[in-house]
């Protein structure tokens, strides 16, 4: 980099054109009575830090000693660079540069600091016991919101960057003696492969990495929530922090591991096993009523009580549509009205949904649009796709119902067996990380079963489990491993 | 790039097959009731009601009546004239009238039922004292539709034991299997619907008898499925009926039922002891009588009044040389080589056979009062 002052700041002046928020300011250190400079981003730096942990100590201090650095800083952080790019990047991060007449280094001082959000509550997956904290847009504060339930020297933390410009920076949170480590070679090799200009967001991460892109279903948790995911660090998955992105990736994951949320733990066993439960009719219920419906009335009337086909076909000879095209015409308003609900504001949003709701449904039967049963299919396939409780398989539920009634249009209940025999087929087939995604249930794990449809109690509950394959497979008890790294 | 090529092919192979037979409820009229009967010039007769679901119709059901050689050309000529395409998949009850036993080998006319696999085997079989038609054509202003008041009038009946509930898979087996003859519901109508109690066949077909609801009920304790309740009301011969309302009843209602049937060969003819277990609740006593004190002789008498019941109703099947009940499998059971010489001719055999009743009453509860 040269000696002279001087010419290094003009090579950095060359290298930041156009870049107003770029700052220099002169000083001369007073241990050591040498003309410097420091050389930070303002608007990436906390300017509170600069003036009193390193412009103060640099100007007022005295001698030091010479083996360490020729000044004086209250800054914990600091590092020495020689070469240009190692300078850019540091300024780029948030780094105060200081570069010394007659000396060859460059010293970075760590003062990041940019405008931040507080802690709230998580948006998407909210919880009635469990924390209420959601994650942040800052990594750092990510890491620490996880290591906080965690104090435990074995869980690790890789920092790995990723994107040719963005260089965002990304971390693998996961308990060493744990985790499987072949699964964080897949992980992690995964993530190296990418090559893009910058990662935005966690769920843009998940595309380039996931095994499956032709595939509706979620093959990672993305988790705003700390403690599920700690909860899932102790299970042996590995944990996949995004800088500038509130969502943190877990993986493996396995089918089921949708349908379970941080609150079963939180609640009665009996209680959570019956909510399970609930989930997975409501899963049911979700896919394939619309399509049995259709099947019903138009190919298998035979399986429909008297009584209620006589309402049924009542309230259908009203009707001018086809059943599929009727199922379709409030599917879709249905989806709309979910759609839009997102885009209102909050108190609007809620009185829309239901006035929306209730005056359509009303008004599309006494119009003869849509027959009555049809109504109570679309709500309670509505509220049923609610009840799940991960956003992504809920959205991968939503929009399967479609291909089903199609099928179940052109064949009846057999359609809708065709139809489901596919989804099975494809399910099992599906893998994460490069384990089998049907896990607990096929390859079947008998161990596993214990938090998989129901949940037994916690202490009955005593292996991770397998669909894992941790290292250590007991939990609790003294069986950290003994010393420090591996 | 093969497995995305073969995927899109089997997709689009799905929409080629077609959706031929597929069929929107509202273009469907659901046969509800089925009749079958004999009219004055001995041709068969068909007819059926169906329910009407527009709102510009004014009664709620039509009904067609024709003559035709088969159930399946029948339906051609009812396609020929009803609103939508007829459809037996819903048939709730078929009404047989009482002409159709006169003659043997009617039920080769019910084939379609069975072979037809859109239709079912669930409807109850009736028969009908008088004409199909009458019934068919009978709109009582104070029920609901016709389909559904008959079927909910048999359900009920047969809840209480008043008559059977046969479907025609049921009939099916009673019509083919040799140890046993059939028994089905008999309705007549008259100025209302009423059930008659059960109508017994022959072993061909052609009726034999018909078991009043108090016959049809200690019928229906000896039968294999015994469900529902069994009120009884008995005249209790060991009291007087001098007073003007015949004081000398009794009901009671049998609540846990169980019979043992034995059957054994000996003298050239089968002898059957079958023994009745049945625990009851006094619901109804008109005679003075102290219930605690004479419990059991009480129970004493309302066990030889049953037995004499039981021995009436074996008197009459007997005579009629039938086996409704199932005594057929019995022997075939227990006594093989002598069922096997007189399989074929079995009412007769059983006509000669000796039948014991032994009731055995116990009393659970005598009601609220003494």
């Avoid at chain 2, 093969?2 to 097959?17: A, D, H, N, P, Y």
């Avoid at chain 2, 009546?65 to 004239?81: G, I, K, L, Q, Y």
């Amino acid at each position: 980099m040269g000696n002279e002052l001087s010419t290094k700041l003009e090579e950095v002046q060359k290298q930041f054109q156009l870049t107003p928020d770029l700052v220099v300011r002169h000083l001369t250190i007073q241990a050591t009575g040498t003309k410097a400079a420091l050389v930070y981003l303002d608007s990436l730096t906390d300017n509170e830090v600069i003036n009193n942990d390193i412009v103060n100590p640099l100007l007022s201090e005295g001698p030091v000693n010479k083996d360490e650095h020729p000044f004086h800083t209250n800054v914990g952080n600091i590092r020495k660079g020689t070469e240009w790019a190692d300078l850019e990047s540091a300024i780029l991060s948030g780094d105060t540069v200081l570069l010394i007449d007659g000396n060859p280094d460059a010293f970075f001082l760590d003062t990041k600091g940019w405008p931040k959000r507080a802690i709230e509550d998580p948006q998407i997956e909210t919880s009635l016991k469990g924390a209420h904290q959601g994650f942040l847009e800052t990594g750092t504060q990510n890491i620490a919101l996880i290591r906080r339930y965690l104090p435990d020297r074995e869980l690790k933390i890789k920092e790995l960057t990723i994107g040719v410009r963005g260089k965002t920076k990304v971390w693998i949170m996961y308990l060493a003696d744990v985790a499987n480590p072949d699964l964080l070679k897949v992980l992690e090799s995964r993530l190296a492969a990418i090559d893009v200009d910058s990662i935005i967001n966690t769920g843009e991460l998940v595309e380039y990495i996931e095994d499956n892109p032709y595939s509706p279903f979620p093959q990672f948790i993305l988790t705003e929530r700390p403690d599920s995911t700690v909860s899932q660090l102790l299970q042996g998955r590995m944990a996949v922090i995004v800088d500038c992105s509130p969502s943190v990736l877990v993986a493996p994951a396995t089918f089921i591991t949708f349908f379970q949320s941080i609150d079963d733990y939180s609640t009665r066993w009996m209680i959570a096993s019956f909510i399970r439960l609930l989930r997975y009719l409501a899963f049911i219920i979700a896919l394939i009523l619309p399509a049995t419906y259709i099947a019903f009335i138009s190919f298998n009337y035979e399986v429909i009580p008297m009584q209620l086909l006589l309402s049924i076909a009542e309230s259908r000879t009203r009707v001018p549509f086809p059943p599929l095209l009727e199922a379709m015409l409030m599917e879709i308003t249905l989806e709309m009205m979910r759609e839009s609900g997102i885009r209102l504001p909050a108190p609007v949003g809620q009185t829309v949904g239901i006035v929306g709701g209730i005056i359509i449904g009303q008004t599309a039967v006494q119009a003869g649009i849509v027959s009555n049963i049809m109504v109570i299919v679309v709500a309670s396939t509505a509220i049923a796709s609610f009840i799940i409780p991960s956003y992504d398989m809920g959205t991968a539920i939503r929009l399967l119902r479609f291909p089903m009634m199609i099928i179940a249009f052109m064949f009846g209940i057999v359609g809708i067996i065709i139809g489901l025999m596919i989804l099975v087929a494809h399910l099992v087939s599906l893998e994460s990380l490069g384990t089998p995604y049907g896990s607990p249930l096929a390859p079947f794990r008998w161990s596993d079963m214990k938090d998989t449809f129901v949940r037994i109690p916690l202490s009955k509950m005593v292996k991770r489990p397998e669909s894992t394959s941790p290292l250590q497979s007991r939990r609790g008890k003294d069986n950290r491993r003994a010393g420090g790294n591996p | 790039m093969k497995r995305t090529l073969c995927c899109t092919v089997l997709v689009l192979m799905l929409f080629l097959t077609g959706c031929t037979d597929r069929l929107s409820v509202e273009n469907v009229t659901f046969i509800l009731l089925v009749g079958i009967d004999v009219d004055e010039e001995d041709h068969v007769v068909y007819s059926l009601s169906s329910p009407v679901f527009s709102k510009e119709a004014k009664k709620k059901e039509e009904e067609l009546e024709v003559r035709a050689m088969t159930m399946r050309n029948a339906r051609e000529n009812f396609d020929r004239s009803v609103v939508a395409s007829t459809l037996g998949g819903k048939v709730q009850v078929i009404l047989l009238g009482k002409r159709i036993f006169e003659h043997k080998d009617w039920f080769q006319l019910m084939d379609v039922f069975y072979r037809d696999n859109k239709d079912t085997v669930l409807p109850t079989v009736v028969l009908v004292d008088g004409k199909v038609s009458d019934l068919i054509n009978f709109a009582p202003k104070d029920k609901p539709r016709l389909s559904t008041y008959l079927t909910e009038l048999l359900r009920t009946s047969h809840k209480r034991n008043i008559t059977v509930n046969t479907t025609i898979q049921e009939l099916h087996r009673q019509m083919y299997d040799k140890g046993i003859t059939p028994s089905i519901s008999e309705v007549r109508k008259d100025k209302n619907l009423l059930v008659m109690g059960t109508a017994l066949l022959k072993e061909d077909g052609r009726y034999a008898l018909m078991l009043d609801p108090l016959a049809n009920k200690l019928f229906s304790t000896l039968r294999e499925h015994r469900s529902g309740e069994f009120p009884i009301t008995l005249t209790m011969p060991s009291h007087n009926e001098d007073s003007f309302y015949k004081l000398n009843k009794l009901s009671i209602t049998a609540t846990d039922i169980s019979t043992k049937t034995k059957v054994k060969y000996e003298d050239n003819k089968f002898r059957y002891d079958i023994k009745v277990n049945m625990r009851v609740t006094l619901s109804e006593r008109l005679y003075p009588i102290n219930l605690d004190k004479n419990a059991k002789k009480i129970e004493k008498e309302i066990g030889e009044e049953l037995e004499a019941q039981y021995k009436l109703l074996f008197n009459k099947i007997q005579t009629a040389k039938i086996d409704p009940i199932g005594l057929g499998l019995y022997a075939r059971a227990k006594e093989y080589k002598q069922w096997k010489k007189v399989q074929d001719n079995w009412g007769e055999a059983l006509s000669k056979a000796e039948v014991n009743v032994k009731v055995k009453i116990r009393i659970m509860s005598v009601g609220s009062i003494n």
